[in-house]
């Protein structure tokens, strides 16, 4: 790729246009050239790549890693296919417990939006939810096409979600995982969430924490980043802060450590240390199975003091106020 086209953009959130540098990374995940600069708004304290590419495109192509394929020159070992099916599946199993704990239905409308290849969407609909998905990536909707065959009521589209047009107040939940911090314009996403779900209705949204024990310790090498494809970070409060704008209600939180994600933040910063042997052997062992049991009570910890990696929120579209007629009262 050369020099990419950027271009500048001001903060989503408060429309400022003065903010100032804060962290500098490369693209450690797929390795492609350039440098790029996150910046802090002064106003609000919104996090933002900015300059941006203009084209996002070429910074996906058919191997970032929620889909199947990996190119030769990705800088985290390869794993065997079945392992990143292990992942996969047990991301998306993981993403249903959510989804348990947040309602107690097993049917209903549900939009995820940013579904990639399909994961979740085949979870939930094989409980019993007629699923809506969405995703900019064509190799990715091509493979959920095919995947969701078995479930007739499924639709897969390619776009953005407020370039499908879909109905209002038509969905009984609808999923961010990991997409948020991929949009170019969050709140105009979640401003076409809201309109989409019905009252009572329930968005439920997962993204990287910028304030994270993580973000804080490996910096430039935090997997959160992912230069330049994250092009918002989000902290509690500014993410909060533009729910409420935005009109939703009945707001929580809760913080989750990922011991993948840790995984790939450790590997991103070995691999300025170690020739790539070491660094194959050092994923292979730090993937084994007890060492992800014996770091889970740690995680628990930090989760609860709220410097987990992940940041969950759930929040609710309010039903409409009755129109109040004085002359009956
Ligand atoms: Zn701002």
């Not at 996969?88 to 417990?97: N, T």
Request: contains cysteine; hydrophobic residues 35%.
């Amino acid at each position: 790729m050369d020099t990419p086209d950027c271009i500048t953009v001001e903060c989503n959130l408060c429309g400022s246009t003065h903010a100032e540098p804060i962290r500098v990374g490369r693209d450690l995940m797929l390795g492609h050239p350039g440098e790029w600069t996150l910046v802090q708004c002064r106003r609000c304290g919104f996090i933002y790549l900015n300059p941006r590419p203009r084209d996002m495109a070429p910074y996906y192509e058919g191997s970032y890693l929620p889909f199947e394929h990996r190119p030769k020159h990705t800088l985290i070992p390869r794993r065997p296919k079945s392992k990143i099916e292990e992942v996969s599946v047990g991301a998306a199993g993981g993403y249903y417990s959510l989804l348990q704990q947040v309602t107690k239905a097993t049917s209903g409308q549900l939009l995820d939006v940013g579904c990639a290849t399909g994961d979740f969407l085949v979870v939930a609909a094989t409980a019993g939810w007629t699923v809506t998905g969405c995703d900019l990536s064509i190799f990715a909707t091509e493979q959920a096409k095919q995947r969701m065959r078995p479930f007739p009521d499924a639709r897969i589209f390619h776009g953005t979600l407020e370039s499908l047009q879909l109905s209002s107040d038509s969905f009984d939940i609808v999923t961010l995982w990991h997409s948020i911090e991929h949009v170019e314009n969050p709140k105009a996403t979640l401003h076409e969430v809201y309109r989409l779900l019905k009252p009572n209705g329930r968005l439920i949204l997962q993204t990287p924490a910028w304030l994270s024990l993580e973000s804080q310790l490996f910096k430039h090498y935090w997997a959160g980043l992912d230069f330049p494809r994250h092009l918002s970070l989000f902290s509690h409060t500014t993410l909060k802060r533009l729910l409420q704008q935005i009109g939703f209600s009945s707001i929580r939180s809760l913080y989750q450590t990922s011991y993948y994600f840790s995984l790939t933040s450790i590997i991103f910063a070995a691999q300025q240390y170690l020739p790539a042997t070491l660094l194959s052997k050092l994923y292979q062992l730090l993937s084994l199975g007890p060492m992800m049991l014996y770091s889970s009570p740690f995680f628990r910890v930090i989760d609860n003091c709220g410097l987990g990696s992940l940041l969950t929120f759930v929040a609710s579209k309010p039903m409409p106020l009755k129109h109040h007629d004085d002359r009956f009262s």
